[in-house]
């Protein structure tokens, strides 16, 4: 890391090997029939994706991030720790970065365990993300969207408790009781990995964030709205007595590399409009279920 300066390489495994009709379906997303899915490809693609993951490492980039989605062709991970723990032994520096599983779709006590795992297996390489999850997560989970930010915020109150409190504990609340919580093992870090909340800049998300010191990652949004959340951020933390690293607040971008400017811009158009229009397509009712 150069400075305050941190690069971290960010993959979301897409599916790539798609019928010549796909874009006949409104959405890759929930209802994408699954009929589609080739395991061989599916093979041959995890071996790649992974490959590139263990070059980032080696190629000097600072962190290796991972992420989850469901039902969905544009990400090959449904639980993100499995790809993380398949990655640990082969990385040497590189943070190991699960940004993340949304807590709410969980049962908390079984994540702070996973995350804990991780983190004594990479010897306090991992850091963790908290996201309150897409809309079309919630289709593919049996969760009432309308408890969504209720569940994340008691969901995280237990990891964080799990973490950081001798156990056994108790921990007893409106969604998730808990007589014994007691998770083995314990973080390698202390108090407890590095954390973030992701979001797409609603009032309520960065409240959280601030209210917990936590770093903030903005997702779908442009630079500049990433970066005036993240200012908005920093201006609610001072106010509540928190000062936030620069590296907390990472900015997401698409980078492209080639022999020239102009032959990039010509190469990366394709890999781009395929993000957007194909490997993101969905509908608003997808997208914003109740609540």
Not at 32 to 41: A, D, I, T, V
Not at 104 to 130: C, I, K, Q, T
Not at 178 to 197: M, S, T, V
Request: proline content about 9%.
């Amino acid at each position: 890391m150069s400075g305050t300066v941190r690069f971290d390489f960010m993959h979301f495994m897409p599916y790539t090997d798609l019928p010549k009709n796909q874009k006949e379906y409104p959405s890759l997303w929930v209802d994408f029939p699954n009929k589609f899915y080739n395991p061989k490809s599916g093979h041959a693609l995890y071996e790649r994706y992974l490959a590139e993951l263990i070059l980032a490492d080696k190629l000097g980039f600072d962190a290796v991030v991972v992420n989850e989605h469901h039902n969905t062709a544009y990400s090959m991970m449904p639980s993100p720790n499995l790809i993380a723990a398949a990655i640990i032994p082969q990385t040497k520096n590189a943070k190991i970065c699960v940004w993340g599983t949304p807590p709410n779709l969980e049962y908390p006590n079984r994540l702070a365990e996973e995350y804990a795992m991780l983190d004594v297996l990479s010897e306090g390489r991992l850091e963790v993300a908290f996201p309150l999850g897409t809309g079309m997560e919630y289709w593919a989970n049996p969760i009432n969207p309308t408890t969504a930010r209720q569940r994340h915020k008691e969901s995280i109150e237990i990891i964080l408790q799990a973490w950081t409190q001798d156990g056994p504990t108790t921990y007893y609340g409106d969604f998730y009781n808990y007589r014994y919580l007691n998770p083995w093992p314990r973080p390698y870090q202390k108090p407890h990995p590095p954390a973030y909340i992701v979001g797409t800049g609603s009032a309520e998300t960065i409240e959280l964030a601030a209210q917990l010191g936590f770093g903030y990652g903005a997702v779908f949004v442009t630079k500049t709205r990433a970066l005036e959340l993240n200012k908005k951020l920093r201006k609610r933390a001072a106010e509540l007595g928190k000062a936030l690293r620069p590296d907390q607040l990472p900015v997401q971008v698409i980078a492209y590399v080639a022999e020239t400017k102009e032959k990039a811009e010509a190469e990366a158009v394709e890999h781009i409009r395929f993000w957007f229009e194909d490997a993101l397509r969905t509908t608003p009712h997808f997208l914003n279920p109740p609540g």
